[in-house]
């Protein structure tokens, strides 16, 4: 049996780990960081719970629920309260329900008159010369126009990637918009069509999903992974060197103020691409120039717990995003606490706030007690609360989400490119193949299958 090292205990890692374990092969995980988890940060003080980094996944494979039930943590797996299917966007500084169905499309205010009646004219547009250089502002301008853009998709974008839409590529970042452009001709009918295919798949649509987290937060999933491997996960080892040696490979790491060393037949990177390219420029100095190319934009979440008494905004939604025309401080924010239970004490209710992003990537350098003053004074105001808050806490990411920015499809064929020069590598991660808890979950069957294929 081949030996299998991974590199990275986040989702994708341990995913992948497990599947393998599961098969039987031999296979040992590296992590630099002393908990397994990744971006995943659940952290419990002073009885607040906060996620610092994804605050919930969707449920859109089948694995998801594979694995929590094959690890025990169906007791632990929560889903958000349907309150949450309320979305809010800010327009003029007032909070407006995203519209979930044509009857609320027609009476909403998010939008005016002339852009509802541009939504109409969807169907008739034709496709994209170049969808693979197309940036998801140029497509959804030609396709629903401007307005659409401004105050539905430049939201989404900074809620998602906390990136500008005017840089991400259609279709690298979003390959299923771009797919029912390029597969049916237009969205709408695209949507409608693309509806039985999943079915038949057993995939859900991100948009009809159900939202899951954990009563203890979205670390528990991959703590849980990490523990069920055992042994077979290596924490606090940094990776210093991969060396091509005979028919495999060399991984070097520093480990209790140690240097030590482990032989594999095949490796399988998960760290991010910044991580990667220290690791792989000695053997192509090409494939380090990509990895240098791919952006990870600064974000900051801050927990904010507020007794509800001083609250005078309705708690019915998930939060809100805001979109860059209205020129605030932050995102957007999560309504913690209302989505999921043990976030808060019960007289008490949490949100977490997103600032800085491809939008404003200079908030490294804004001292943190006036950053946070400013956007807790825009905060507080629309969401009239007319008090201190009980708890702040704040988790600041150097380097958060990887930009699939337009022309990322150069980068995608040369890791392609790379794995084949290379054979026993393969490349993996949130920067490969969607940035979603679901995606990486789903993208570890994959890493699996490339793994089983190199080991016949």
Not at 76 to 96: D, P, T
Not at 147 to 166: H, K, M, R, S, T
Not at 247 to 271: A, H, Q
Not at 414 to 440: A, H, Q
Request: glycine letters at 10%; hydrophobic letters at 40%; a positive charge.
């Amino acid at each position: 049996m081949k030996k299998i090292v991974v590199l990275g205990a986040g989702i994708s890692g341990l995913a992948a780990a497990y599947l393998l374990n599961k098969e039987g092969y031999d296979v040992t995980v590296l992590e630099k960081r002393a908990e397994a988890g990744g971006s995943m940060e659940s952290v419990f003080e002073n009885g607040y719970l906060f996620d610092r980094g994804p605050n919930s996944g969707l449920d859109t494979t089948p694995l998801i629920s594979q694995l929590v039930e094959e690890l025990g943590l169906q007791k632990e797996i929560v889903f958000a309260s349907k309150i949450g299917n309320k979305r809010y966007i800010l327009r003029n500084n007032q909070l407006h329900p995203l519209p979930m169905n044509p009857p609320a499309f027609l009476k909403t205010k998010l939008f005016s008159g002339k852009a509802k009646l541009r939504l109409f004219l969807e169907p008739f547009i034709g496709r994209s010369n170049d969808g693979y250089y197309e940036s998801i502002a140029d497509f959804v301008t030609r396709r629903l126009g401007k307005e659409f853009l401004d105050y539905a998709i430049n939201p989404f974008v900074a809620g998602v990637y906390a990136g500008n839409p005017e840089e991400l590529s259609v279709k690298s970042a979003f390959p299923k918009l771009y797919a029912l452009e390029e597969k049916y001709g237009g969205l709408i009918i695209g949507t409608i069509k693309s509806i039985k295919e999943r079915k038949n798949r057993a995939e859900k649509s991100k948009q009809s999903a159900k939202m899951f987290s954990f009563i203890n937060g979205m670390q528990t999933f991959p703590k849980a992974i990490a523990e069920s491997l055992g042994g077979r996960v290596i924490k606090s080892a940094e990776v210093t060197s991969v060396v091509k040696e005979n028919s495999g490979y060399k991984v070097k790491y520093n480990i209790n103020g140690s240097s030590e060393e482990i032989n594999c037949d095949i490796l399988l990177s998960t760290v991010p691409a910044y991580a990667a390219k220290d690791l792989f420029c000695p053997m192509d100095e090409n494939l380090a120039k990509h990895f240098e190319q791919i952006y990870y934009p600064p974000v900051l979440a801050l927990f904010l717990a507020y007794k509800k008494a001083i609250i005078g905004q309705p708690l019915d939604g998930f939060g809100f995003l805001i979109p860059s025309k209205e020129k605030k401080s932050f995102l957007g924010a999560i309504w913690s606490s209302v989505l999921f239970p043990n976030r808060t004490g019960d007289d008490e209710a949490g949100f977490t706030l997103f600032i800085g992003g491809a939008r404003n990537p200079e908030i490294g350098n804004i001292e943190k007690e006036i950053l946070f003053k400013k956007v807790r004074s825009e905060f507080e105001s629309l969401m009239n609360i007319s008090g201190e808050p009980a708890y702040i806490s704040y988790r600041y990411w150097p380097k958060s989400i990887p930009q699939y920015n337009v022309g990322y499809i150069e980068h995608e064929k040369y890791f392609d490119e790379f794995e084949k020069k290379n054979p026993g590598i393969i490349l993996g991660g949130n920067y490969r193949g969607g940035i979603s808890v679901g995606d990486c979950i789903k993208n570890s069957e994959i890493l699996v299958n490339k793994i089983k294929s190199l080991s016949v």
